[in-house]
């Protein structure tokens, strides 16, 4: 069964609670009942229910519930928009029970307009080096949590050596004596069997669906009726039955013996795993209680010797420092939207990259002052990038600087930096300077009109004497409406020179690049984009799992060695991906998996990554390298794509 959750805003901690960067620029307020956010969001919900409609449970398919907002604050001008959204849903065919996720047990929403549910889904992981970490997060995600007592108003239950139960009208509870022994059988009628484990055991179980023709095979109650208990695989991709015998086909880790425990309908007498006949078992305890049982020993095999990424190829990625760059085709900024509830603390130009269609990764402003301005001294700069966020400042070819936003579980949060940066004597020329700045975007806030806060440049002003005389930007190639990358999606690719110009794409040629690693790094301030290859050769029937290993990952602030990093995989299979970025010290992660389909495991690959280095001292990474992890017999197959090749652009 599934539930629909297509709101124009998920929250989620995604970019803008998943609202698209242009509906930032709207004149009137966000999930509310303004007139252009109306107009905004009703087209998209009107195709997202003309979708869904065919695949709802009264059409024989599995759509049960359809979510129409998440985490509103109930009031006037939210009730109307919620009213008007329910409306606009039901009139295009939706039948479904409409529900709500509300942020608490506050029961928003809950009177005469949806039916609100509340659901707890987890936790995250907030920025930060001082951040809970993943293993505290998967407190509120992993078995421990999702455990529960047993609830049932059938007869009392009759103790067992193991344990005993007490029942209230509504609920029994099952107390432990010891500690169980993996998994214990309980009988409680003919028609009525409840299995009892450890968390790890349980952990091991799949309730796969028996494959029958119906489109809807894995709806149970309309592709089949059947579904199967198997304990023991790492995973059980599918299961059918034909005469006696079950047949499954999953992943089993390599070197590691499984007990294989089967509850499936009476009518079956025979399994199989992966087209292999299983040899069971008849004097296994839980035999007696109906289980099919057999051990499982994987194939060996599968185990690679990785290579190691040694021939990397470097370009410098910041060219719009040169004397000669041409930023003719960048905007040129006029002038600002004056419905932002967020004006500018100084300058008349409104500097904001979503205002000027780059919404997504770091937006490069270009400021000229001319002659006679040479009493300048300074500039002032208010950076907004959102927490976390850098960005750096460059004279000509001369860095000034870098500012460091910050967040940290939650707590210091600096999104905006007032900073001056003050010029070097005689780096003003007596002609004309450009001012370059790089500011990249943590992506826009969550809530209603939160997702306004600029992004950007919210102020500027000459120090000294003087004014800029033009200013201009560019983001992503494209901006938010022609970007190319439309396989992919928007935040595939941002502003830097890098991005703009494909080399992260397969099939750009790097054989005129200068060979430096990043281990060696950039010696000053700057940003530069390295390459290298590496082809693996997985045996077929096997699956594995491979993480990008990044030591080395530097804390200094900004006049030190801190840095930014992208990293990108890209082949002929998945073609380009970016997979990363690296923010230190917010983010301390520095192992990072590469599933199959980013990472081809029968062909070449190719590593891209992107160098930020803000402080002055340059920035440079310890190792890189790639791991091989745990292995599977069995696996994904060979996963297959056409995707386009590297093109000028």
């Known amino acids: 069964m599934l539930t629909s959750l297509p709101p124009a805003y998920i929250n989620a901690e995604t970019t803008g609670g998943g609202t698209p960067g242009w509906v930032t620029t709207l004149k009137g307020s966000l999930r509310s009942n303004s007139t252009d956010y109306t107009e905004a969001w009703t087209p998209y919900i009107k195709e997202v229910c003309r979708i869904a409609k065919p695949y709802q449970i009264s059409e024989g398919g599995p759509i049960i519930l359809f979510q129409l907002e998440n985490e509103l604050t109930e009031r006037e001008e939210t009730r ?25 047990p506050l029961y928003q929403f809950s009177n005469g307009t949806a039916q609100a549910d509340i659901f707890q889904a987890g936790a995250f992981d907030p920025w930060g080096p001082n951040a809970p970490g993943y293993d505290a997060c998967r407190q509120l995600t992993g078995p421990s949590f999702e455990s529960a007592f047993i609830y049932s108003s059938s007869p009392f239950f009759p103790s067992s050596p193991q344990s005993f139960f007490t029942q209230s009208p509504t609920k029994t509870t099952l107390h432990l004596s010891a500690p169980l022994p ?18 790890d055991t349980a952990g091991t179980f799949w309730s ?54 089967v509850f499936a309908p009476s009518t079956v007498r025979n399994l199989s795993w992966n087209g292999e006949a299983v040899d069971l078992e008849a004097s296994d305890a839980l035999v007696a209680y109906g289980a099919l049982v057999g051990k499982l020993s994987p194939p060996l095999g599968g185990n690679l010797d990785v290579p190691a990424l040694l021939d990397w190829s470097y370009k410098d990625s910041l060219p719009e420092l040169t004397t000669d760059f ?8 006029l002038e600002g939207n004056l419905s ?29 002052f001319g002659s006679g301005q040479e009493l300048a001294k300074a500039v002032n700069l208010s950076l907004s990038g959102g927490e976390a966020f850098a960005g750096s400042v460059y004279l000509n070819d001369i860095c000034l600087g870098s500012s460091l936003g910050n967040s940290s579980n939650n707590k210091n949060i600096v999104s905006t930096i007032n900073q001056t940066f003050h010029f070097p004597p005689g780096s003003v020329r007596p002609t004309s300077n450009i001012l370059t700045v790089l500011v990249d975007n943590m992506g826009q806030d969550q809530g209603n009109d939160e997702p306004k806060h600029p992004r950007g440049i919210q102020g500027y002003a000459l120090v000294g004497g003087g004014d800029f005389t033009s200013w201009r930007a560019q983001g992503s190639l494209g901006g938010r409406v022609d970007y190319p990358d439309r396989l992919r999606g928007i935040t595939n690719e941002g502003g830097f020179y890098a991005e703009r110009q494909g080399w992260h794409i397969p099939g750009f040629d790097v054989s005129t690049w200068e060979k430096r690693s990043p281990m060696a790094g950039l010696p000053s301030a700057g940003v530069g984009y390295y390459t290298t290859k590496v082809s693996l050769r997985l045996p077929p029937g096997f699956d594995t799992t491979f993480s990008l290993v990044i030591e080395g990952l530097n804390t200094g602030g900004p006049e030190d060695t801190a840095y930014r990093a992208q990293l990108y995989d890209l082949n002929k299979l998945t073609s380009y991906y970016l997979l990363l970025i690296l923010v230190p010290p917010a983010s301390p992660q520095t192992r990072f998996p590469l599933p199959p389909g980013i990472l081809d495991h029968q062909g070449e690959n190719t590593i891209g990554v992107l160098l930020w280095a803000l402080g002055k001292k340059g920035a440079a990474f310890e190792s890189i390298r790639l791991e091989q992890g745990r292995t599977f017999s069995g696996g994904v197959g060979v996963v297959q794509s056409d995707n386009p090749q590297w093109t000028p652009r």
Do not use: M
Not at 80 to 104: C, H, M, Q, S
Not at 326 to 333: A, G, K, P
């Open 182 to 199: 993996g998994i214990v059988a309980h009988e409680v009628s003919d028609t009525l069997l409840v299995l009892y484990a450890d968390s």
């Open 340 to 368: 932002n509830p967020y004006p500018p603390y100084f300058g008349d130009k409104w500097l904001y990259s979503c205002e000027l269609g780059f919404c997504e990764g770091v937006t490069l402003f270009r400021g000229t």
């Open 80 to 104: 109307a928009f919620f009213n008007e959204l329910k409306r606009v849903v039901l009139e295009e065919g939706i039948v479904v029970p409409t529900t709500f996720n509300d942020w608490g």
């Open 326 to 333: 041409d930023d003719s085709s960048w905007i040129e900024v």
């Open 208 to 261: 796969p669906l028996v494959s029958s023709p119906s489109p809807y095979q894995n709806c149970y109650g309309f592709g089949t009726n059947e579904t199967i208990l198997v304990g023991g695989p790492y995973l059980v991709r599918n299961a059918s039955i034909e005469g006696s015998r079950l047949d499954l086909v999953g992943d089993l880790e390599v070197g590691v013996d499984t007990k294989l425990v």
